[in-house]
Each structure stands twice: as C-alpha cells, then as structure tokens.
C-alpha cells in the first residue's frame, strides 16, 4: 500500500504507547495526539509522587512541551471510532478528527471486579489525582489522632489496607509505611500505623523470581507490612473493608482502601467492534496491526501481542517498546515496504521499596537497598520521553530526587 498523499496519521492516548510513537513519527506525515489530559504521566514514579521525591514537572510534563511543532495535540477524550469513514469522535467536539492510519493506545483501567463497594469507597492509584487524593485522605487521619491517645487507637486510625499483592500493592504499602512511620515519629503519636496487603493468591509478587521475592518479602517485614494471602476482599465500605480467609469473615477498619487489585481494558475498547480476546484485549497481528484492519494499530496494555514474553503483558516496558515497532510499521506502509514483527523479551524488574530503597533485578542479579533506590532513579531518568527532559531531570534524579515531604 502507498499513500503518498494520505499521510493524516492519528493518534488516540498519550501514555508510554501513544506519546512514545508520536515522537517516532515526528516528520513521517501529519502526525496528531488526541488525549484526555494535557499531560503525560510517567506511572512507575507515582510513588515517589506520593512521598514528595520527585515532583509534578518531574512526572508529569505537559505534552505541548514534549511534542513541540511537529506534533498537533489534541486534548479531548475520544468516544468513538468510524472504521469506514476514518473519523473519530472527541466528546463535547462537534467536529470529527479524521485519519489516515489511526494508533490506537488508550491504555487499561482500575478493575474492582464487581466487588461491592469497591468502586465508591476504595482509591485508585493510576493518576496524580489519586495520588493527591491519597496524601489528604492520610494526613486528615493523622490530624485526627491526638498526641496522647491510646496507641491501639492510633494504629486502628491509621490502617491503611492496600488490596493487590503485586508489585503496585508492594510499592504503594512500603512507601505508604515509610512515610506513616516518619510521620507519627514527626508528630510525637504513640505505636505504629498498620499497613496490610490483601492478596487472593498464596504469594506477594506472584510470577517474579524467587530471589526477588525473597528482597521484596524482607522489605516488606522490615516495613513492617502485614501481608494477609489467600485473602478475599468481600465488601468495601465507607469505614474499612470486610475480608475473608479460610471461610472466615473478618471486619477491618480502615483510614484508606487502596485498590492495586488488577487492571482491566480502556472500556473505549468495547466500543469498537474489533476482535478481542477472552479479557478483552484487542487481538493484534504480528505487525501490531488490528485483525482485518491495515490502517489501524493497537498497542501497550490494551494490546494482546504474542510475539512478547508473558509478564510483559500490561507494563510501560512492553507499550514503549511496541511504539518503536508501530512507528517503523507505520513509516513502512506509508512507504509500500514490508512490515516486521519482533519478539519482547523481558529487560529486568524495577521496584520501589520505601522511601530509602529499591530493587533491581537485571540479567539474573539483584541490587537492592540504597543502591537500588538510586540505580532505579538513574534508570528511569533516562526512559522519560525526551532528551530535554531527561537533561532537566536527571540532575536532581541522580541526586537521589528531592526530600519526602512530610504528612
Ligand atoms: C501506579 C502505576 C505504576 C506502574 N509502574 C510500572 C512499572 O514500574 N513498570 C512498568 O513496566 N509498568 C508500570 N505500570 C504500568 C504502565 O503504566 C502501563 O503498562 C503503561 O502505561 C501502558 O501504556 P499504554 O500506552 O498502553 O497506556 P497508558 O500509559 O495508560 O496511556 C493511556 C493514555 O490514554 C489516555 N486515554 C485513555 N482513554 C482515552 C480516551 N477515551 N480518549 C483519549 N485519551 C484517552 C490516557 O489519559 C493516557 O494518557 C504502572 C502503572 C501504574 C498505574
């Protein structure tokens, strides 16, 4: 296929798939990014948003930044896509945007598997928002709590229960521990907070390796996070959770539900009529393109792609990769040349620990600790999206980032 003329190539989602191909596609025809916000967010970090070692600009710089010139952004969330006409639809925009090769990557989103009350009182953890949401949602408990309260009732008012024991709920409840810890510490409260993942399966950091899992669960007895496995969560409600085990009900009070329980397809992706797979995802050929679509791609976590190792489904490593790939696609069918498919394998894990550690686990080894924490912040300093970027944030990041800012 040669489309010399029809080179309107559209792109709907701004994160580590959508804004990642644009910048690849820079000068290979009109290239347009349509995305909800007006900012990209670089999710690995949200943690150290949480507890204040790195910052806004850092994370989550605005994509008018990023894309300069070449690049039309558009911000707006799209409802709709015409396979026939090639138009999409922005909500509250009457007119359609229009393409010639359409990028589809709108990513995954909470999934509270229907559990009952999970949706209205647990918090999400995907956006800076929540993060926000978070930090007040625990400083308005601590504030709560009198200096010379009983410490039983210091820690029942600082529970915090972190659902999912993967490495977002091992992230959040040791950065969560650190910073409730330092705070008790800071505000002169007697005992401990209470930090507790809920984890369905028999293990925490289920399908890493052994030897990572052995540094995760050290990490987490140092937290001291209570980690509660073969665990179900039955009902969230306003005040706390109620969870069973072994077929025993248990009531938890808590100051905050925080669901890292599993992740589910953009529900745009329902939409629009193209071939999915048992969970949802879009089923995508070799090339990334949709099935029985040339014109379109689809990538990152809504994506189910063969050609990648199996823990690589639903993480930013995969989607950027795959921007690479559906870039150079792209630019091959503009051009009439074949298209490639290639084969992800998995680089390494990164895993934020606490505030003063990390882990890294590259080729088999690990390096955890003190190191790790800066190993990671140099790491990541160099996937942010572009070269200006990663100049203006590798100085502080290499520095160890910025203090915690206390709760
Ligand atoms: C807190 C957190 C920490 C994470 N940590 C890691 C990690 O350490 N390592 C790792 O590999 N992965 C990590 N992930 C997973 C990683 O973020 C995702 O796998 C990756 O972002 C997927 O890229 P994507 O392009 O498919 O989707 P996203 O990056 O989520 O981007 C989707 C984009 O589409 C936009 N959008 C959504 N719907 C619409 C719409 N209807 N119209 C227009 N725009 C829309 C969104 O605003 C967003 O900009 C983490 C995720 C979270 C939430």
Redesign the pocket.
Known sequence: MTMESNRRITI???????LFAAINLTEAGTVTL????DH??F??M?YEYLSGEVLEWQIAPRYKELLGDEINFVR????DIDFGSREITIAGQESRALYDILII????MTNYENIEGAEQYAMP??QLKHADALRERLTEALDRVPPDSAPEDAREALTVAVVGGD??GIELSTKIADLLRAAFKRRGLPGEPRIIIIEESNEVGHGMSDDLRATIEDALKRARVEVQTETKVMRVTAGGLQIEHNKKAQEIRAAAVIWAGGVKA?T?VEKLGLERDEKGLLKVEDTLQARGHDRVFA????AHYINADEGLG????L?YREAGLVAENVRALLNGKPLRMEHFEELGE?ISLGIKSAALELDGRIVDGALGREARFAMYALRLPTWRQRFRVAPKWILGGSNPRPL
């Open positions: 709907v989602g701004g994160g580590f798939g959508g349509i995305s909800r916000e990209f967010l999710t690995p949200l707006g969330e799209v409802t990557a709108v990513g995954s953890f995907r490495a977002s953009n745009l990538l990152g976590d809504i639903g993480t930013a490593q989607a990164a």
